[in-house]
T-cell receptor, first 111, second 108 residues
């Protein structure tokens, strides 16, 4: 499977803990996106990389959230001091231009 | 403000009946619009984009700038069309704004 992959697929954590998610994009794609999706809503944009540069961050991305794409390939999204409101599906997508290809998502549950 | 609205959270139609999923947008620039679909237990995938003006799986969508709409239509619904449909707008910075989605259920 040469599509976008995400790891882990599911994460259960206790409030206050830190979590990190990984996204591996399609290899020739230079653009990488993170989204958050809660029940009954469409995906909400969090941040966007072109190669290793983080070009845009949503105001949804509080100081507890940080994303990196150190070599312009895979990306990580870290949430520090998790809160129950962080429980959601975190989606990653990649593209060359236009159409975005989505990963299966990481479902985070904060207890 | 940049926004995409889909007024129907749920839509049920009988097999063989026409279906229309509504989408309206608010965007100050020249919009590029998409429809994404998510079948049960599958990842989100592109269904069609307005600039290609193509029909995918029998679905079409026409951009109406006057009404700021991009409704998705199919003349004869099939059971395999049952899925979650998201209308989306891409901004000049390739940021995608999704609507809340419409769950389509095709009744056999």
């Amino acid at each position: 499977d040469t599509g976008v992959s995400q790891d882990p697929r599911h994460k259960i954590t206790k409030r206050g803990q830190n979590v990190t998610f990984r996204c591996d994009p399609i290899s020739e794609h230079n653009r990488l996106y993170w989204y958050r999706q809660t029940l009954g809503q469409g995906p909400e944009f969090l941040t966007y990389f072109q190669n290793e540069a983080q070009l845009e961050k949503s105001r949804l991305l509080s100081d507890r959230f940080s994303a990196e794409r150190p070599k312009g390939s895979f990306s990580t999204l870290e949430i520090q001091r998790t809160e129950q409101g962080d429980s959601a599906m975190y989606l990653c997508a990649s593209s060359r231009s236009g159409e975005q290809y989505f990963g299966p998502g990481t479902r985070l549950t904060v207890t | 403000a940049q926004r995409v609205t889909q007024p129907e959270k749920l839509l049920s139609v009988f097999k063989g009946a026409p279906v229309e999923l509504k989408c309206n947008y608010s965007y100050s620039g020249s919009p590029e619009l998409f429809w994404y679909v998510q079948y049960s237990r599958q990842r989100l995938q592109l269904l069609l984009r307005h600039i290609s003006r193509e029909s995918i799986k029998g679905f079409t969508a026409d951009l109406n700038k006057g009404e700021t709409s991009f409704h998705l239509k199919k003349p004869f619904a099939q059971e395999e069309d049952s899925a979650m449909y998201y209308c989306a707008l891409i901004t000049s910075y390739d940021k995608v704004i999704f609507g809340p989605g419409t769950s389509l259920s095709v009744i056999p």
